[in-house]
């Protein structure tokens, strides 16, 4: 029996996350689900479906949207010899982050119902409840699923609803592909199978909140549970090193010591700055993790924004400079040279995380897995049977559209935008990525994604390339070895978007109807 499951068939095991995985809620396994919607069944079968091109292509024109899965695992539920109907978990993105669902269907392709198994976004829950779900049941591909049309939009989740109505169709549209358009019946099982699945057999997945976000990892082998506890264990280590909301990181610590001269660090803390004198150098000072008095004038300190006097900005501005932060390679130390200094490694922290914890994921022998955290993410090889994880790209101004998909391989990507943390005031937008030289929200760009090797540099870059804007941003990020990077900005406040971005790019990132011509892209 084929087990290996795509990016969006994830089996969810029966441990359900605990209560630190912060707003994720996992409502029940796929097990449970299954049996639940079968309570007759006394046997249940499963078979991976490959879609190749052309049946991608006819599946996406039976469901009415693109289909990105390579593979599907459909599973069949049995009485004796009758086939009593069909069951598939996938995956689609609501706002920001991927739902899990269910559907299961008679033997006619016909909604018997719908399950959410995890859901993961802070809104729009709405999607879990009872009343939502009942709409789909008796609907097959006849009908058109639709929201507002057949199924009933909950205000405040429309995205959510979208995702599910859209997932819908994609399942019942791969069942017509796999089985009911040819006619053709699942084996069934040859020995009742009621007994959950090995949990090796598919990936495992886990999400824990740290540094103030949720990094989510998935992976595939048989010590992938164990594996992923000691990745998050090494990303909560780096946190009391590397925050500086905490007063007892080694961050803070070390910079109030190092004004008066030069200070030991340890490995993890040099390594991240000395990337942060890099990544300062080569962007001539658009990079500055010394900004953090900027960062707090602005109130984006753990904060949503307000605007700060002018008095503030300027007090704030004089202790901006990366060249007051020395860096000793040889003896590991750090010296600051001017008093009220501070740091602030939200640019470039949680790429530096992501990258020890493929590094311990690595080393406990894991070959399939995607680290994400919050946006910076990097992969480990690929799910079997597919291209790589796939990866959608938001579109900067529209919160339910994306500009395309990056299917993601043994490398990272990030995406830095003015629309994470930002606030209006007189219709004007003031965002968190601030230009060090201005002491200001930049202006040149809205969003910029970087693909680098490491997750340290695609963090790092992308915020930068968002300080540099289109033209010294792409010359920038055409300049680093392995990077690719698209960069959208507004070609006046409030108007139309340009898209520039890296001579390769194309290569990589598949774009959709959203995103106009590259410039500067080949292809
Ligand atoms: P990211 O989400 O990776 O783009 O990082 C944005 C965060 O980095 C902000 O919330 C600030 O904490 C910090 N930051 C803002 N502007 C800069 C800058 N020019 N250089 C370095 N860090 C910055
Ligand atoms: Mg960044």
Redesign the pocket.
Known sequence: MALMRTYFVAVLLAAALAAEDGDITVYQTEDQAVRECFPSADAFGSEAIRLDDAARGRVAERAGRKVYEREVLVRSAWKGDALLGYAVVSEDLGCYKPITYLVATDAAGRVLEIRILVYRESRGGEVARKRFRAQFEGKSLGDPIRQDRDITNVSGATTSVRAITDGVRKVLAVLQEAYLARGALPARPLVAAVAPQPPAAGPVRRARVLMGTTLEITAFGPDAAEAIGAAMDEVARLESILSHFRDDSELSRAVVAAVKGPVPIGDDLFACLFACERFWRASEG????T?AP??EAWG??GGTGRMPTDGDLASALALVGFGHVHLDAERRTLAIDRDGVRL?L???G??YAVDRAVDVLRARGIATALVNFSG?MRAIGTPTGTDGWPVLLRHPRDPEGSLGVVFLRDRAI?T?GDY??SFEVGGKRYH?????RTGRP?ETACAATVLAPTATDA?AL???L??LGPDRGREVGSSMAGVQALIVAETSPGGDLRFVGTAKVLSDLHVGESCGAIDGAEG
Request: with cysteine.
């Open positions: 658009a990079f500055d993790p900004v900027l960062v984006f300190k602030d939200g640019a470039i949680k790429g910076n990030s830095s994470e943390k968190h990525i601030l230009d060090p930049s963090d992308s915020t930068t968002c300080v």
